[in-house]
């Protein structure tokens, strides 16, 4: 009976051992990285980020300076808190950008110094850090990708400069793969990207120098959101400081992590526009609306806004709606509240820059204008030429919606 007793106390000690090492793992030694960042012609990337994935979960950020990440005293380290990384495939990004090259997570690293592993941008990828990204066409009013290149990545310093191809306020842009889109992204913004279809025609404000801008996140900052909505966290300006850019053909937004109701803030407005339109098709190939529409779609994790013009775009939170308080009964044998009627309010006078909108001069703005405006789409002046530019164009649109009653 007694060694019956000693064995029942040795295997519960020898449990009571093993059971913390099964629940509580241990968390695994960072694996380190340093390396160079260049271009795929060969020249330094000096801005933006180096970003590590495991299948789709970021895992470590480092910034790039002067054509490196890592160095002393910022190594990039990818850690393993829950001890269960060792053997993960590590894919390396320049911002948005998969450089296609990978390592195997090592706990401390191989032999356990830091792993030096140098990044180059895909030959499909035109780099723009610390100089603009140009480019120029033998057709007049064009600007051509190099030959089998799709994506560009800018920075928050610098813009995609089409200026050379300008025709106007006007010029087209080509892919470096007929049929593909051209891709645009900013390596200090990971979550957002820009798809100009192939052979776009872009037209600028009045005065526009042919340069456009990465998405930039946060400007310009707040606004007034829709009536109960407030604006959210994701907020990116894209285009131009000079106005809107408008497309001749759908241009998609990808805004990752979002979900909800978006919005864009017309240039040079103070108010957001909800978008209400749901894009029809899939969320890998939505519908695009009829121009100068805007649609959005959402597979639940991420949204795109499928539009014409390049402008701010962003997150719209619904506002929690206060309780309601029950109207007072009659007291003294007055009328119930509920019998009284109701006047309606009279709008007050139109501000000057409504009564420019005002197509058929009823005090209103309203779906009548918005009719004369769609009937006049793309005519030379006229009715529904709001801002006498001469055409009757989403520069317009955007003034009726301003002053939308």
Partial sequence: MRNNINKYLIVSILLIGIVPISVFAAPGIPHQFYGKV?????SDITTGNVIVKIGTTQVALAPISNGRYGYNPNLLLVTDPNGDRSGSTLKFFIGSIDTGQT?????????????????ILPSDTVGGSGSNVSLSSSTAGNADMPTGATNIILTNTTVLNLSSGLVGREVT???????????????????????????TKITGPTGWD??????????????????????GSTVISVGSPDGTLV???PVTILLAGVTGTVGYRPSGSNTWVRIT???????????????????AKSNGTDTKIVTYHFTTFGSLTANSTPASTPAPGPVGGGVPPSSVPNPTPTPGPLSAAAKKVDANQDGKIDILDFNSLMVNWGNNGGTGDFDGNGTVDVFDF????????
């Avoid at 260049?38 to 060969?42: C, E, I, L, Y």
């Avoid at 593909?180 to 192939?198: G, M, Q």
């Avoid at 339109?277 to 649609?295: H, K, Q, V, W």
């Avoid at 955007?398 to 009653?405: A, E, T, V």
């Fill in 38 to 42: 260049k271009s795929a012609n060969g």
């Fill in 103 to 119: 390592k195997t997570f090592v706990n401390g690293g191989p032999n356990g110094l830091p792993t030096e592993l140098n990044l």
């Fill in 173 to 199: 842009l080509q892919s470096g793969v007929s049929g593909s889109p051209i891709v645009l992204t900013n390596s200090n913004l990971s979550n957002v990207s820009a798809s100009i279809p192939d052979g």
């Fill in 277 to 295: 339109n749901t894009c029809g098709g899939s969320y890998t190939t939505p519908t695009a609306p009829t121009a100068p529409g805007e649609c």
């Fill in 247 to 249: 497309f001749d053909k």
């Fill in 398 to 405: 955007n003034m009726l919606m301003i002053n939308w009653s």
């Fill in 210 to 231: 042919g340069k456009i801008t990465p998405p930039v996140s946060g400007t310009p900052s707040g606004g007034n959101a829709p009536a109960g909505f407030s604006v």
